[in-house]
Nanobody
Framework: QVQLVESGGGLVQNGGSLRLSCAAS????????MGWYRQAPGKGRELVAT???????NYADSVKGRFTISRDNAKNTVDLQMNMLKPDDTAAYFC???????????WGQGTQVTVSS
């Protein structure tokens, strides 16, 4: 079974930076897509950014130019560098792994990011 473990959340001031990390373990199939989603209180879960095996990235419009996603295929890890954070970025952030052919989704337990104004 696949497990995803996130780290790096916390409290930061408006305009600050945080880096989230996620490590996947278990049997990892390729091709796959790793990514980050977030869910604010009272709202649905939304895509933040994704990255494929070959490094193709996709970002939500709200984070373009501020967040950068990266991955290490050898270590099965994905990071999210978040700069110029805003209070609207406050949410629980979830790591996701999608096996493209099998269409299996896996989720981490979530890590809280809080941006104070």
């Amino acid at each position: 079974q696949v497990q995803l473990v996130e780290s790096g959340g916390g409290l930061v001031q408006n305009g600050g930076s945080l880096r989230l990390s996620c490590a996947a373990s278990g049997t990892i199939f390729s091709p796959n897509v790793m990514g980050w989603y977030r869910q604010a209180p009272g709202k649905g879960r939304e895509l933040v950014a994704t990255i494929t095996n070959d490094g193709s990235t996709n970002y939500a419009d709200s984070v373009k130019g501020r967040f950068t996603i990266s991955r290490d295929n050898a270590k099965n890890t994905v990071d999210l560098q978040m700069n110029m954070l805003k209070p609207d970025d406050t949410a629980a952030y979830f790591c996701n792994l999608l096996f493209v052919y099998q269409l299996n989704h896996f989720w981490g337990q979530g890590t809280q990011v809080t941006v104070s104004s």
